[in-house]
């Protein structure tokens, strides 16, 4: 952990020339942009969405369209399914503990998203310790066969350190068709943005309001056959679980359309919108596509900066949808991260207890590619104008 952050007091009274401004000033790793077209296409569905039964049609044929549309973009092989519920990814964490994981898991921890899977599993009295691989923040660390164990969480992108990881099944591990353990990963911010292979995962969860432009409080779990397989087991298998954290349950209202409580309406609308904006537009690739430009901005010009440096070391661990970039001593990050907000760029300060002088800045698909070119050189022009 680097040195504190001094409190800023008083921010300096920087005006960041309109030309430089990006469109949009929100960079925000989540919740985040929220696209005002899918605004807009929600407010023309106020009086006939909007307000109505999620029981009845209207709802259901969204969820329905929905789960479709996430089952294209990840190109879903046959037998695998669109789970959701309400609670965001930390409820998923909880009923992961009661459904998914049988015995014991493996996790690997390298940040603060990650870690609290692993506490889940840690304090669930019904499951054994977990074993825990660690990283120092900036790195991450890699699963390791184990046939003690039953589940490997993976987390996609470290939100909290910008760290991403390629999914695959630990090497030498069994499959989980021949009784092997089963990989879940916590996609939550990497989902939508960063390529991935449903072969390579049982379970991808995440929540909407990251790379899916949409408000939090929902999460959804795309499940392979053995992963459903496992829900259906510890259910027969008799395990007290609460009927908010039952997957079962969840398992059983996905496949009608619903979800077990009421949901919120407009985050359903607002994420089917976002993912047929991907699918319209070339699905997984267009996506990915824009935050692979967005981050090629951020680090060529962290690279060529004479203040700004990349946080995470190694290039193929740089995340494409959460940058973070240290800056020199001399630079005070969070007066730098002020100065924009004043000026309407906000959210870039880093995650609190990282406790670096950096900024983190969320590339997500909603966000332009010329927005972060735009960004760069307002940080240039303050950083400039702080030091005259
Ligand atoms: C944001 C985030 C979470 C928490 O999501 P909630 O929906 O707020 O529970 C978990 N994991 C990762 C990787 C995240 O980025």
Not at 101 to 113: K, N
Request: with cysteine; glycine share 8%.
């Amino acid at each position: 952990m680097g040195a504190m952050i001094p409190y800023v007091t008083d921010t300096p009274d920087i005006a960041i020339p309109a030309s430089l401004l990006p469109a949009d000033g929100r960079f925000g790793s989540g919740p985040s942009k929220v696209r005002p077209a899918s605004v807009e296409a929600l407010g023309a569905a106020a009086t006939t969405y909007l307000g109505t039964s999620h029981r009845q049609k209207t709802v259901k044929s969204v969820v329905g369209s929905l789960r479709a549309g996430l089952t294209e973009l990840f190109s879903l092989p046959e037998g695998y399914e669109v789970l959701l519920g309400n609670g965001g990814t930390t409820c998923f964490w909880d009923a992961a503990t009661f459904g998914l994981i049988e015995r014991r898991s493996q996790h690997l921890s390298f940040g603060e998203f990650s870690s609290k899977f692993a506490k889940a599993a840690k304090d669930a009295p019904h499951l054994d310790d977990p074993s825990v691989i660690t990283a120092e923040p900036g790195t991450h660390p890699t699963a390791v066969a184990d046939p003690d164990v039953d589940l490997y969480a993976l987390t996609h992108n470290e939100t909290s350190t910008g760290v991403m990881m390629e999914i695959t099944r630990p090497d030498g591990a069994v499959p989980p068709a021949e009784g092997g353990g089963l990989v879940a990963v916590d996609a939550t911010s990497g989902a939508g943005g960063l390529r991935v292979d449903p072969a390579a995962f049982d379970a991808y969860y995440f929540a909407p309001q990251k790379c899916f432009g949409s408000d939090g409080g929902l999460w959804v779990s795309l499940l392979s056959p053995a992963a459903v397989e496992r829900i259906e087991q510890i259910h027969a298998s008799g395990r007290w679980t609460p009927a908010f954290l039952d997957l079962h349950i969840a398992l059983e209202n996905s496949r009608l359309d619903q979800t077990y409580n009421t949901p919120a309406l407009a985050t359903i609308f607002l994420f089917d919108d976002q993912v047929r904006w991907f699918n319209e537009n070339g699905g997984l690739e267009f996506s990915a596509g824009r935050c692979d430009r967005s981050a090629e901005i951020l680090y060529a010009w962290a690279d060529a900066s004479p203040f700004a440096t990349p946080f995470v070391a190694k290039e193929e661990e740089r995340s494409r949808v959460v940058g973070t970039i240290d800056f020199a001593d001399e630079v005070n990050a969070a007066t730098v991260a002020a100065v924009l907000r004043r000026n309407g760029i906000v959210d870039t300060e880093p995650y609190r207890k990282l406790g670096r002088n950096q900024l983190r800045i969320a590339m997500f698909p909603a966000v332009d590619p010329d927005d972060v070119a735009a960004l760069c050189a307002c940080i240039n022009h303050v950083v400039g104008a702080l030091a005259s």
